[in-house]
């Protein structure tokens, strides 16, 4: 699922849609879920985190600390380009997350990093799936 910032009328629907998909993976068997939101602001970072203390499972955040002109030579390269507008916008509401607004972690991935770790603090899992594979690790150490 995805939404577009001036896409306004369906913001709603696919964030109520992600929801309802991770309280339901979330359950019983406890899957692990990724939400991939820019999320700048405390105040829509909190919709996750109490979602995560009412079902009774950690909320890490992984923090893509990227300079501003890379975000913008990154999407000029994309095929769905965001508005520069939008990008300047997000990038003067940032509030840098932090563990006090309730995550277990917060990792923060900076645009030089070829690996990334576990995402919980003192040993926690694995992320396999943020490993880059081999071609990835070699254009970044280049």
Known sequence: MTGRDHWVAAEEAV???VKT???VLAGP????ILIDS???SIGQRAQWIRMGSELKVPVHCLYFDVPLEVCHERNR???RVVPEEVLN???EALEIPTKDEGFASVRTI???QATRTSIGEGGGQK???CEPDDNQQQKARN
């Open 15 to 17: 964030w109520s849609a």
């Open 89 to 91: 916008r997000q990038a």
């Open 38 to 40: 820019t999320a700048v």
């Open 21 to 23: 998909a991770a309280r």
């Open 110 to 112: 900076n645009e030089n």
């Open 29 to 32: 068997q406890k899957h692990d």
């Open 77 to 79: 390269a994309r095929k």
């Open 127 to 129: 992320c396999e799936k």
